[in-house]
């Protein structure tokens, strides 16, 4: 008995070693005299082990073909994936994943098959680990990530594929830029030693320090600054750092770019400036910020709009206030005339709208085509904003380039709510456009019918002619209809029903 457990300690030692060693012959031999194909030696490792820790390729493809157990780990914890992944041998990681190796899989101490790869500079194995679904972010029992080992050991390559990459693989952002996100100093510190450029730029042409604006980590902005980055560089569309930290509300950043130079009055392609940006965004600290540091109030984009117009159309109530006690121009104008009120109004924005009346903004002032605040309330069915403006004396007879007046416009549009509120306050039901049409021509023309019993319940003339005739039968017999059912009941009905 005692000579055939020596003779089968043996045959397992000497079935490892030929493993270990290369043999293929042997390994073959001992696997037709019916080894145990998983046998292993006091450490829990078998002969797969032994054979992916030296890159003996056909033998780990021999063993796996006759049912070698893949995943079978030794009493650490490893399997044949960590330690071919800690050997670095490619080729081996390659077949034993296509071969259903875990890639995840953690040792004793937690250690992954990728963190593994990691603390040994094996950049290649990295890759094809995180290709194929290998997690960076599981740590190990002391809270080591693969990519803190790579940073601590100094593994430059290593740490730019596992910034670059996501758990999926799939490449993101340059090293740098991942770095700038993260706020992470030693990586940034550490990438930049072997490549100075601290203004690399991403596919789309932003360089680390938009990045760091735009999270506002300052700490790393304050290295790539150190070491020579661009504050003024134009990104795509010609955005920069200050841009960018405007418009995200980061005033961290705000300050550390104008103390570094940044060009406050910097314009994008469309004419925005930092101050733009940040009205747009309602960021008031910044825009106070931006303000003491005299930037261009009146300043305006290609389409003419101010930083004012902006604060309007986000409803930005507190960043209009900074604004206009920065004497923006309450009354200031687009290439098409249009004031902030305009803006306001159209967006339906009553508390900015109120502001601006409040700092004596012109309730009827006449964009480029004739339109006045009211007008544009009224198109767009915001009654709220209509109440305001008539409490503000907005005039109900103003009229656009083609004549049209507010009752014109809601009538047309077919907003109940408002006709009835304008007529209320006394608009005039018979006011022609310059081609003579009443806004009961329009409400014709539009198929309003309930707006056409409105008007004419409201006193609106039947007999009103347009000087341009209307000579669509379906105009007419409209008119005509409404007209009929009107009479009918006009005298047990009460007025704006």
């Known amino acids: 008995m005692v000579t055939e457990t020596g003779q089968a300690e043996g045959s397992t030692s000497s079935f490892l070693r030929a493993a270990r060693s290369g043999n293929l012959d042997k390994v073959i031999e001992h696997l037709k005299n019916k080894i145990d194909i998983n046998t292993s030696n006091s450490n829990g490792l078998n002969a797969l082990h032994l054979a992916s820790k030296d890159g003996h390729i056909e033998i780990v493809k021999e063993l796996l073909k006759r049912g070698a157990n893949v995943n079978s780990a030794t009493k650490k914890g490893n399997t044949a994936l960590h330690i071919a992944s800690l050997a670095g041998q490619h080729d081996v990681v390659v077949t034993l994943v296509e071969h259903g190796a875990l890639v995840n899989v953690q040792s004793q101490n937690g250690f992954t098959p990728l963190y593994m790869a990691a603390q040994e500079n094996h950049d290649r194995v990295v890759k094809y680990l995180l290709a194929n679904g290998a997690n960076q972010n599981l740590a190990t029992e ?11 050991q100094g593994h430059e390559k290593v740490v730019t594929v596992l910034l670059e990459n996501d758990t999926k693989g799939k490449v993101r952002l340059p090293a740098l830029h991942i770095a700038a996100k993260k706020d992470d100093c030693k990586a940034a510190d550490l ?13 789309s042409g932003f360089t680390p320090l938009h990045i760091a604006s735009h999270y506002g980590n300052d700490g790393i902005a304050k290295l790539l600054l150190a070491k020579g980055a661009d504050v003024n560089y134009s990104a795509k569309h010609n955005i920069t750092p200050l841009h960018v930290a405007a418009k995200w509300g980061k005033s961290n950043m705000v300050s550390l770019l104008l103390e570094s130079g940044a060009n406050i009055e910097a314009k994008t392609r469309d004419g925005l400036t930092a101050l733009h940006c940040a009205a747009r965004s309602g960021h008031d600290q910044v825009i106070d910020m931006l303000l003491q540091r005299n930037a261009p109030i009146s300043s305006k984009t290609k389409n003419g709009l101010a930083a004012l117009h902006m604060a309007a159309q986000g409803d930005h109530v507190e960043a209009a206030k900074v604004l206009l006690t920065n004497n923006a121009p309450v009354d200031d104008v687009t290439v098409d005339y249009l004031t902030g009120l305009h803006v306001a109004a159209h967006c339906g924005h009553i508390r900015v709208a109120k502001l601006l009346l409040e700092k004596h903004a012109d309730p009827d002032a006449r964009a480029l085509n004739g339109f006045t605040p009211l007008h544009i309330a009224c198109k767009k069915n915001r009654i709220k904003v209509v109440e305001l403006l008539l409490k503000y004396n907005a005039s109900l007879e103003a009229t656009t380039e083609s004549g049209l007046t507010p009752l014109h416009v809601a009538s047309f549009m077919g907003c109940m709510n408002i006709v009835i509120f304008l007529l209320q306050h006394e608009a005039n039901p018979d006011l022609p456009t310059v081609r003579g049409e009443t806004p009961l021509h329009l409400a014709a023309r539009a198929n309003q019918t309930d707006i056409i019993r409105i008007l004419l319940r409201n006193g609106a003339q039947v007999d009103a002619r347009a000087r341009v005739s209307i000579n669509n039968l379906q105009h007419r017999w409209r008119l005509r209809w409404s007209i009929k059912n009107i009479v009918m009941c006009r005298r047990n009905k009460p007025l704006f029903i």
């Open 191 to 203: 990438l930049l030693q072997n490549d100075h450029n601290p203004d690399v730029t991403s596919k």
């Open 142 to 152: 002391d809270g080591f990530t693969p990519c803190a080992v790579a940073m601590q």
